[in-house]
């Protein structure tokens, strides 16, 4: 039975509401040249753009949210004008489709805080995609679906018009959270789809007074939650699933009164160089209703070939989050008892894990550290700071503050414990000192669930002033204070100061709306 979306000006007569998974392949492979893998899995590909346009999305400058928006390069403001005309862009093309596709689903699971989403698209490769990452509604559930909360127009495939007041290209990503509406144009990766929506909870989210976080999250046996915070490459997915811990959520969520929730249901987890023997439990969750987005296979086996980066190094692949084995039944979790800043440190300097203050839990949190190593960018030639906002500056909707300040809320309320764990380099920085192991660094995080850390002595790093514990099981004492790691002290001080400074250059970006306390926690630049 078709589905009617005549309300939105939309007339086609084939609108298939929610169908199941076979369906969306059987139209995938025939009208978008989607294959079928030797897993089970559909391959797909979004065309030219391989990742998200950052540069090119959109919030409608609106009177009753201006004041809430941290604008800039991150939310970039549009008139409602130029969203009307990409709005109507998008319905004109979506009506030449002979059909199109609806998902009605949740974001957040828990029923008191979750919206109702509403995607249209005309590809089956892009509904089968927010199967995945939404919550999946009961039949129940969907006959009394009613109406949305926000609607997604996904019109990808047909470009937007440059000359539209505030566009700079041909694609456009819109929001406007007075229509609760959010276009696409111009760009055909899936990915868009899910950041929109997570860029939605970060607006109201904070509105009711809880934390939005781009975080993942665990339950220990006892029912004891952790966070992880951090940028790409720094371990997050890997830290936190893991055998003896159930998996809550990889990447979204939020903290109410009650507790940690997931905003999805389902997972979107980097696959290049995947493996059965790195990632067994992502490696595994690759079967029948999972999405390929931009791998490359052979022709005649159907075998994925995860170290194939011809198409992006940015091959993902979407999975219902049931899909894999260890996870925690609902999706949510109590008052978290420990959250993890990861970075990934290629100066060396920063100590393998130290126990931050309130204050400088918000400053770290901020600040949103990591950095770059030599190779992995063109002119990369050393070690480069780069920092993300929250970890994750791209969605924020207000001033980064505003979510640091929850944190410290929440830290007070709950009692949360607050560490940074460096999992880059020791004993030097890029090049001549080693990488600390992933066997360190899981002893670390096992010290920090299961109160090994609590008991011990610990001692001051002068320029970070950060406290750094003398001992952790199963970590060799030497690598714990960097400075001792180093053969030359004299060039660990150089190199401290100066990742020091990019901090300090870095946070004035925040200097005016953050306290003293929070500015006095950052590293010591002699500068």
């Excluded at 990503?173 to 509406?181: G, I, P, W």
């Excluded at 791209?394 to 414990?417: C, I, Q, R």
Aim: charge should be negative; include cysteine; aromatic fraction near 10%.
């Amino acid at each position: 039975m078709s589905f009617d979306l005549a309300q939105y000006g939309i007339t086609v007569g084939n609108v298939f509401r929610n169908p199941s998974p076979a369906k969306l392949y059987e139209d995938a492979i025939t009208y978008e040249k989607a294959s079928i893998t030797s897993a089970g899995a559909l391959m797909n590909s979004s065309g030219k753009k391989t990742g998200r346009s950052p540069k090119d999305k959109r919030i409608v400058d609106n009177p009753e949210s201006t004041n809430d928006i941290w604008w800039g390069d991150v939310n970039i403001k549009m008139p409602d004008s130029s969203f009307l005309q990409n709005r109507s862009r998008a319905i004109d093309y979506l009506n030449t489709r002979d059909h199109l596709y609806v998902i009605d689903a949740f974001a957040g699971w828990d029923p008191e805080n979750r919206i109702k989403v509403r995607i249209i698209c005309a590809r089956a490769y892009h509904a089968l995609f927010m199967h995945n990452m939404l919550i999946r509604p009961t039949a129940e559930e969907l006959a009394n679906f009613g109406e949305p909360d926000f609607v997604v127009f996904n019109a990808g495939q047909f470009k937007a018009d440059p000359t539209t007041p505030s566009l700079t290209s041909s694609t456009s990503v819109n929001l406007s959270f007075e229509r609760r509406e959010f276009v696409i144009l111009g760009t055909e990766y899936a990915g868009e789809m899910k950041k929109g929506i997570f860029t939605i909870m970060n607006y109201l989210m904070p509105k009711k007074g809880f934390l939005s976080m781009h975080c993942s999250a665990n339950e220990g046996k006892d029912g004891d939650t952790c966070l992880f915070f951090g940028l790409s490459g720094t371990g997050k997915t890997t830290l936190s699933t893991e055998p003896s811990r159930k998996l809550i959520g990889d990447d979204e969520h939020y903290w109410t009164d009650q507790g940690v929730v997931n905003i999805e249901g389902g997972c979107y987890a980097k696959c290049i160089h995947l493996s059965a023997e790195s990632e067994p439990e992502i490696f595994n969750a690759i079967k029948f209703g999972t999405v390929l987005e931009n791998t490359v296979f052979d022709p005649e086996t159907r075998m994925v070939d995860f170290d194939d980066d011809s198409l992006t190094e940015n091959t993902r692949a979407s999975y219902p989050i049931h899909y894999i084995e260890n996870i925690k039944e609902g999706s949510q979790g109590g008052h978290p008892k420990n959250i993890i800043l990861l970075t990934c440190d290629a100066f060396g300097v920063l100590p393998p894990v130290s126990k931050l203050t309130p204050e400088q839990a918000m400053y770290y949190f901020i600040s949103g550290y990591t950095s770059k190593v030599a190779g992995t960018e063109v002119g990369v030639k050393e070690p480069q700071p780069t920092f993300s906002a929250c970890f994750g500056a791209a969605f924020l909707v207000w001033h980064p503050t505003k979510y640091a300040e929850l944190l410290k809320a929440n830290m007070d309320k709950y009692g949360s414990k607050v560490w940074l764990v460096n999992t880059g380099w020791s004993g030097g920085a890029y090049g001549v000192g080693k990488r600390l192991s992933i066997k360190v660094t899981r002893a670390i995080v096992d010290a920090i669930h299961n109160g090994s850390l609590n008991d011990v002595e610990y001692q001051a790093d002068d320029i970070f002033g950060l406290s750094v514990p003398k001992s952790c099981p199963n970590v060799p004492s030497e690598v714990l204070l960097p400075e001792n790691s180093w053969a030359d002290k004299a060039a660990y001080r150089e190199t401290a100061q100066k990742l020091a400074k990019s901090f300090h250059e870095n946070f004035k970006t925040f200097e005016d709306q953050a306290s003293d306390a929070i500015r006095s926690a950052g590293p010591k630049y002699n500068g």
